[in-house]
């Protein structure tokens, strides 16, 4: 199952632009709100240097990136819980998500119709982060209900717990503070993950700029940045405008135009690789002639567990992992010399799989 990241924001601030510079989904773009009517769903392919490397020097009849799902979400306005605007439509289409991209304008331009009518990046946010945090507390609020009513007949344990965090949530969330705010311990986290709660998900804010800003950002930016810093968010500088124009070029005009604007790489790269970080991924590969192949997985993830990505019967029937790192091929040149070199590492079920890892799994069910 592919990385799935909601985009959201208010009206006109370039979210369906940036959605059709990013993948092929094609969103319709245009000057008022709402012209997002569905969610609209992009799968793009996860650059990754070392997969084009290895694929030179293993030479397969198919090559298969890894793939992050972006999703489209019409813009939100104050309200939006209350079923303003399109309201309660796509706060449920976000639930899905893995994480939130909240896409924040940080440039002047007159022929775009701002919905507030003007250009204040901190207010958006407020606008955006109220609406998820009402859709919670009505959310938590009736899921708290039920549980109570079931938990004065029940003595089950899993099912008191639940109702233990529940309070804890709302209350944080009545104190004005996101679902993510909470320190939780594993088992919690297991369970508020079930809850689908918005303000639970981790965010990375993107501040739409013009393109003369597009490297060192403007003050409506630093504000995002220094408001994302104390949330223990992420946020980034993007122009979606320049983000088009490079879906349009090839890969050499494409270098040029990058280099002319003081990048060393499209806002797709830079914003998956954020993507990666905040939910703590990591990718490893498994490499032979019919196919050189991306898979992602979280950090800390054991051998039996990542030969699931592949196939349940892999992890159910799991016996051991040959492993070497994708830097040992690239070093050495072949799978060959990694054997001869002694590179080559037979692991058991308690290995943990490492980000750049070529693996081959041995299994038997």
Same mark, same amino acid.
């Given at each position: ?21 990013? $993948? ?8 008022? %709100?709402?012209?997002?009517?569905? %969610? ?12 084009? !490397? ?5 030479? %397969?009849? &198919?090559?298969? %990136? ?5 999703? #489209? ?5 104050? =309200?939006?819980? *209350?079923?303003? =605007? ?22 002047? #331009?007159?022929?775009?119709?701002? @919905? ?21 507390? !009505? ?6 209900? &039920? ?9 089950? &344990? ?24 909470? #320190? ?39 504000? @995002?940045? !220094? ?24 890969? !050499? #005009? *494409? ?17 998956? $690789? ?15 002639? &019919? ?8 950090? =800390? ?18 016996? *051991? @992992? ?26 058991? *079920? ?7 890892? @070529? ?7």
């Amino acid at each position: 199952m592919s990385l799935q990241v909601g985009i959201v924001g208010l009206p006109n601030v370039g979210k369906s632009t940036l959605f059709n510079a990013l $993948s092929p989904g094609g969103a319709e773009a245009a000057n008022y %709100p709402f012209c997002t009517i569905d %969610p609209n769903v992009g799968i793009v392919e996860v650059p990754d240097q070392r997969q084009a !490397e290895i694929t030179k020097l293993i030479k %397969p009849q &198919k090559v298969i %990136p890894t793939v992050m799902e972006f999703v #489209d979400i019409a813009g939100l306005v104050a =309200g939006a819980s *209350k079923g303003e =605007g399109l309201g309660n439509q796509f706060l449920a289409n976000i639930r899905e998500t893995d994480a939130i991209v909240h896409v924040v304008r940080c440039f002047e #331009d007159s022929n775009v119709v701002h @919905v507030s009518g003007s250009v204040d990046p901190i207010r958006d946010i407020e606008v955006i982060d109220t609406e998820l945090a009402l859709a919670d507390l !009505e959310s938590i609020t009736k899921r708290l209900q &039920k549980a109570e009513k079931l938990a004065k007949t029940s003595k089950d &344990k899993d099912l008191l717990a639940q109702v233990e965090l529940m309070k804890k949530i709302l209350v944080t969330l009545e104190n004005g503070d996101p679902a993510r705010s909470v #320190d939780f311990d594993k088992d919690e986290v297991k369970i508020v993950r079930g809850l689908q709660l918005l303000t639970s998900k981790p965010v990375i804010f993107l501040c739409n700029v013009d393109e003369s800003s597009v490297v060192d950002g403007n003050e409506f930016s630093k504000k @995002v940045l !220094e408001h994302a810093t104390k949330q223990g968010q992420q946020a980034l500088n993007l122009c979606s405008s320049v983000e088009s124009e490079l879906a349009e070029l090839s890969a !050499e #005009d *494409k270098a040029e135009f990058l280099e002319s604007l003081g990048l060393k790489e499209p806002g797709l790269n830079r914003l998956i $690789s954020e993507a990666y970080k905040l939910l703590e991924l990591e990718t490893y590969f498994t490499a032979g002639e &019919k196919e050189v192949r991306a898979w992602t997985i979280t950090k =800390g993830t054991k051998a039996p567990q990542a030969a699931g990505k592949i196939h349940t019967d892999f992890e159910r029937g799991f016996i *051991k @992992v040959d492993t070497y790192h994708c830097t040992d091929l690239f070093e050495l040149g072949s799978e060959q010399k990694i054997k001869t070199a002694g590179k080559l590492r037979s692991e058991g *079920k308690e290995y943990i799989v490492k980000d750049g890892d @070529v693996l081959h799994f041995k299994f038997n069910v």
